[in-house]
């Protein structure tokens, strides 16, 4: 419970403002997205070296972490109480938690992950920053508390949250037992653990401790604990009236639960399904798909990112917003910035500091400002200024890098200002499409055009401070003044 | 906001009817001189107790269990060197003001363009809640508006007005002294599009005529520009040039503070009259003030 409160804690502290020290944690010490990542991206994932102790640790403890840390675990659990379903209901699906381990690791070999769609610390995250969050904001909104949170997607992220939820009503801790692959590869680690729940002597068959265990690990008529189902809840030792269980050193390693067949499902599947996530993922559809300032290159990107969503709660504006199928379908939950609904603000680089894997690079907030993620375009027939001679001029005042500049223009015997964009200085950050005064679409769009996307080395060129250092815009007087005489 | 009680709302109703009285006499007089100006220059902790005693200080406009609403310009997430918000220094000593003048609340607010809690962090107008009666209130929600009438309006039929001013006995006016690239410039007249719900409507028709329209509507009862620093290019959000002045400038015409400040800077290098800038012009051929700084009283002082 504790550590459910504290991944609850570190959600809220993930806020602009807050420095990022422990709000990731939970996510570089996980080793299921260590071993996927550092496989799909070709490269040790530096910042999850962290998960290297867990794998450790269970090692020798065995799968402690299903029972005390997970916080989805612990939320199952909880809910466990409402399900009404005897613990101890055997299930004969544990095997599948190794074919899904197994399907994602060939995947990550075969260049894709899938981790988001299974990794239970992903999914336990994103489903508090896409529907708890909004819900949340939603109803302490009514009190006039606190700003609104919306998002683009948030009924997928739900309906996948109440299915693991309502899989309990089958067997308890359906998901963590059948289907969680960090639950798989734990299993199999624990296997080889020294320490153990041990089942002594003294025995009377009474059949408590097979009713409690949330995992169906013990077996009363072989008096045998299996080591990778058991997550060390010690319910077993705290309950059984002849006290034979005990926790102790019993160096027998057991075997996985995976025969050859399903090893083949698995790899298979996977092999069928890897070229497939690259649907809908033509480079020309993704002219408005702008990532965050720093991400890096986009096939590393989709590998390196875990659809987590921290870099979207995070956000001031709320302008991150997950994708559906923008990204293609593997893209799902991937933070892609909506300038309609909020831009990039200049001094922040929250998404980076907060990113997991690093997926969007942890830049200073000034060299933020020269991570140029696309570029807005002006669709003249559509803005005030060009079309209907209004003094409008937003997008300028908007603009906080001077990138955009007002100046005479004379179309059918009217002279106004109107707004160009300087594509030299524009960074792409959306403030403008943001607040384009039309309703709609905004006649200002930013557009993946000449976006930066770099594995590593400085977005600040010297070309690029000189731009923006050049004394002044080009700018014309503004029309509210009248120049006479 | 909180709710009040019947007998809160009666006695500041009380107050409202009684206060009413008093100044139509004191505004009768200065019709006939012109209306006044106070300007103190100097140390930047002194100017606002200055300029508001030259207009006759702080006791005439707010008599004490006042409700008092003061709208600083906070509507952009700069920086402060920026020069595109108003100084928190200054409206905290406008706060304090208040205070000794036993106001009973004030309330700072603004209708803030970027996202509400980046302006509230980076213009530090935290620094300006100095006592448990102070709040600081974002106006980003459509139900702290009440749609209301303009009368006469051509640009403008009605237009959604924060209730908290119609709600309280006083409104002050507090914007920072700066350029803007569609209106010329943006001091008390144009900030009053921070206390308003769609303010993309008034781009989308003619801006300078519906600015004007809308000061028929909102009309604080003193406008103090903070002019310590004035963003003479590149406003209303900056980056741009900016000049210090170290000058507050007070007064109860909106027209002639917004006049007489345009005369204290050069904006885009040059020098302008108040009558150069259209929603300024527009406002004065509404009636609402004058615009002619030869007609008006302007006291200075240095601290």
């Known amino acids: 419970m504790s550590f459910l409160g504290l991944f609850i804690l570190a959600f809220i502290q993930t806020r602009y403002s807050v420095p990022v020290t422990f709000q990731n944690l939970f996510f570089r010490f996980d080793p299921l997205i260590f071993i996927v990542v550092s496989i799909a991206y070709r490269t040790v994932l530096s910042a999850s070296l962290l998960s290297i102790s867990i794998i450790a640790a269970t090692l020798v403890f065995g799968r402690f972490f299903c029972g005390f840390v997970c916080p989805l675990g612990t939320t199952i659990d909880v809910f466990g109480i409402f399900s009404g379903k005897d613990a101890g209901r055997k299930t004969k699906l544990k095997h599948w938690k190794y074919m899904i381990l197994m399907f994602l690791v060939v995947g990550a070999i075969l260049g894709v992950s899938f981790l988001h769609l299974l990794e239970p610390l992903v999914i336990f995250e994103r489903s508090l920053t896409l529907f708890l969050h909004p819900v949340v904001a939603y109803v302490s909104g009514l009190f006039g508390l606190g700003a609104a949170r919306v998002y683009t997607e948030s009924m997928i992220a739900l309906l996948v949250f109440a299915l693991i939820l309502g899989l309990d009503f089958i067997s308890r801790r359906f998901w963590c037992r059948n289907l969680c692959p960090l639950g798989g590869l734990l299993a199999s680690i624990s296997t080889l653990a020294p320490f153990k729940i041990v089942f002594g002597e003294g025995c009377t068959q009474c059949g408590i401790c097979e009713k409690i265990c949330p995992t169906a690990a013990i077996t009363v008529d072989s008096t045998s604990v299996d080591t990778g189902e058991c997550v060390d809840c010690l319910r077993c030792i705290n309950e059984c009236p002849q006290k034979v269980f005990t926790y102790g050193l019993l160096p027998a390693p057991s075997r996985v639960d995976l025969n050859r067949r399903q090893l083949i499902g698995a790899v298979g599947t996977s092999i069928i399904v890897a070229p497939l996530a690259r649907t809908l993922l033509h480079r020309r559809l993704l002219g408005t798909l702008i990532r965050p300032p720093g991400s890096i290159p986009e096939p590393d990107f989709l590998n390196t990112c875990i659809h987590c969503g921290k870099c979207m709660k995070v956000c001031p504006t709320n302008g991150l917003q997950p994708c559906i199928l923008e990204a293609g379908v593997n893209g799902l939950w991937t933070p892609r910035l909506v300038s309609r609904i909020g831009g990039c603000e200049k001094n922040c680089n929250m998404c980076g500091q907060v990113c997991p894997t690093s997926a969007i690079r942890n830049l200073t907030p000034e060299e933020k400002t020269y991570a140029k993620i696309g570029t807005a375009v002006i669709d003249r027939a559509r803005c005030i200024a060009w079309e209907q001679d209004r003094v409008c001029l937003i997008c300028d005042e908007a603009c906080p890098y001077n990138a955009i500049s007002s100046l005479n223009e004379t179309i059918r015997g009217t002279t106004l200002l109107r707004p160009f964009v300087n594509e030299r200085i524009c960074t792409g950050c959306g403030l403008c499409e943001a607040r384009c005064p039309i309703e709609g679409r905004a006649a200002i769009e930013v557009f993946s055009i000449g976006e930066e996307r770099k594995r590593r080395g400085s977005y600040i060129t010297e070309e690029k401070i000189r731009l923006r250092a050049l004394e002044e815009k080009e700018e014309d007087l503004p029309a509210g003044f009248i120049i006479d005489n | ?303």
Request: charged share 25%; proline share 3%.
């Open chain 2, 1 to 303: 906001m909180d709710g009040i009680t019947r007998r809160e709302f009666i006695k500041i109703g009380a107050g409202a009817a009684i206060f009413s009285l008093l100044p139509k006499s004191l505004l009768a007089k200065e019709e006939n001189a012109g209306p006044m100006i106070g300007v103190a220059e100097g140390d930047n902790s002194k100017l606002v107790r200055a300029a508001v005693d030259l207009v006759g200080g702080i006791d005439r406009f707010v008599k004490s269990g006042d409700t008092v609403c003061i709208k600083p310009n906070i509507s952009f997430a700069s920086n402060i060197d920026c020069g595109a918000t108003t100084n928190a220094a200054i409206v905290r000593q406008m706060v304090q003001l208040c205070l000794d003048a036993n106001a009973s609340r004030v309330i700072v607010m603004d209708h803030t363009i970027h996202d509400a809690t980046l302006c509230v962090e980076r213009s530090r107008i935290e620094e300006a809640i100095i006592d448990k009666k102070v709040n600081l209130v974002t106006l980003q929600q459509e139900r702290q508006y009440a749609e209301t009438e303009v009368p006469g309006g051509k640009e403008l039929t009605t237009i959604g007005v924060a209730k908290a001013i119609q709600n309280a006995d006083v409104l002050i006016n507090m914007p920072v002294a700066k350029s803007h690239s569609a209106t010329g410039v943006s001091f008390g007249l144009k900030g009053l599009m921070g206390l308003i719900w769609d303010r993309g409507y008034l781009h989308r028709v003619n801006l300078d005529r519906a600015i004007a329209e809308l000061a028929t509507v909102i009309k604080p009862d003193l406008t103090v520009v903070d002019a310590t620093k004035a963003l003479t290019t590149g406003g209303p959000g900056g980056p741009g040039k900016t000049v210090i002045l170290n000058k507050v400038v007070a007064g109860i015409d909106p027209v002639a503070v917004d006049s007489y400040t345009v005369r204290i800077a050069q904006w885009y290098k040059k020098s302008w009259s108040g009558n150069q800038v259209k929603h300024i012009r527009a406002a004065a051929e509404l009636g609402l003030g004058e615009i002619d700084t030869g007609k008006m009283r302007i006291k200075e002082v240095r601290v």
